[in-house]
């Protein structure tokens, strides 16, 4: 468990679902992205702002729709002013095409993003798909190139 950045935190296991009121009363967490494929888990008292599943059962096994859809969820999250909690129940290896995902939404290159997942100690070794990275950052430059004309 740790911050992958200041807004971002990133856990494994049901500790932070067993103890969810205590945690989110310290880390100000209140946006869920739980990445599971046998569902979501509950999270009550206090009920989180927002969550969000995506039934994805390994880091390579993202399709770009799942990806997208949880990059969306963390930056409109994030521009609401959460901090948004990043669950896998059984590892955190399932969160960080996600964390990738939005630190390329934030601007940062490609190489830029896989050289500072490499050099974060619960990153390494990335196994999801860059080849889906290069498609969600296409992507976005599509959408972006959509709103000014």
């Given at each position: 468990m740790t911050w992958a950045?200041?807004?971002?935190?990133?856990?494994?296991?049901?500790?932070?679902r067993e103890y969810w009121g205590e945690f989110q009363a310290q880390s100000g967490v209140s946006a869920v992205v739980t990445v599971a494929p046998e569902?979501?888990?509950?999270?009550?008292d206090p009920l989180p702002w927002a969550a969000?599943?995506?039934p994805v059962a390994s880091e390579a096994a993202y399709n770009l729709d799942q990806l997208a859809l949880g990059v969306d969820f963390i930056e409109a999250a994030l521009a609401a002013g959460r901090k948004v909690l990043l669950h896998g129940p059984h590892g955190v290896h399932r969160t960080r095409p996600?964390?990738?995902g939005h630190l390329l939404a934030r601007g940062k290159t490609l190489a830029r993003?896989?050289?500072?997942?490499?050099?974060k100690p619960w990153l390494p070794p990335y196994h999801g798909k860059t080849e889906l990275l290069e498609a969600l950052l296409l992507r976005g430059a599509a959408a972006k190139k959509g709103m000014k004309q």
């Amino acid at each position: 468990m740790t911050w992958a950045t200041d807004s971002i935190f990133v856990a494994g296991g049901d500790y932070v679902r067993e103890y969810w009121g205590e945690f989110q009363a310290q880390s100000g967490v209140s946006a869920v992205v739980t990445v599971a494929p046998e569902g979501p888990v509950a999270y009550l008292d206090p009920l989180p702002w927002a969550a969000l599943w995506l039934p994805v059962a390994s880091e390579a096994a993202y399709n770009l729709d799942q990806l997208a859809l949880g990059v969306d969820f963390i930056e409109a999250a994030l521009a609401a002013g959460r901090k948004v909690l990043l669950h896998g129940p059984h590892g955190v290896h399932r969160t960080r095409p996600l964390v990738a995902g939005h630190l390329l939404a934030r601007g940062k290159t490609l190489a830029r993003v896989l050289r500072e997942m490499e050099e974060k100690p619960w990153l390494p070794p990335y196994h999801g798909k860059t080849e889906l990275l290069e498609a969600l950052l296409l992507r976005g430059a599509a959408a972006k190139k959509g709103m000014k004309q």
